[in-house]
């Protein structure tokens, strides 16, 4: 599907308030409310829309603080990154994780309350993982933004 300036528009508004009335977003970008529904009918149908969810505030549910943690495996057999992969999904400390190239395996965002709760995970978690041989943190000091790419 190939996306136009409405269609774009249409994603913005959507991505600031999912729950925000077709007729309002109608409005504010000058379509009627069932030319939006339409199109966000076929942006569901295209896979573009994935599906509607909650931004939560990790701050007030006690993990304000995140680090990155740069993850180096013993070796990169595809049985080994499978394991690691699975093993990650289930820590609920982790809430995102990525294969990288360069130097680290893997690229890992955890968010925690404090330095001590992050040396919880470290120890009891991210070091017991499968095939783990090095692990690189760095706390943020603040996110600047966050939002996916349009």
Do not use: W
């Not at 007729?23 to 149908?45: C, D, N, P, Y």
């Not at 709760?117 to 470290?122: A, L």
Request: aromatic share 6%.
């Amino acid at each position: 599907m190939k996306l136009d300036r409405q269609d774009r528009q249409i994603l913005r508004h959507l991505q600031d308030d999912a729950r925000r009335p077709h007729s309002e977003i109608g409005e504010a970008i000058g379509l009627s409310t069932s030319s939006v529904h339409r199109r966000v009918k076929a942006l569901e149908q295209a896979g573009i829309l994935e599906g509607y969810s909650a931004r939560l505030n990790e701050a007030a549910l006690g993990r304000g603080a995140s680090v990155f943690v740069r993850v180096t495996l013993r070796n990169q057999r595809v049985d080994d990154l499978r394991a690691f992969e699975t093993a990650v999904q289930d820590c609920p400390d982790v809430s995102e994780c990525y294969l990288m190239t360069g130097e680290a395996d893997y690229l890992v965002r955890v968010a925690v309350r404090d330095a001590a709760d992050y040396e919880r995970v470290h120890t009891q978690v991210l070091t017991r993982l499968p095939g783990v041989e090095r692990l690189v943190s760095q706390f943020a000091i603040r996110t600047v933004f966050r939002r996916p790419a349009l």
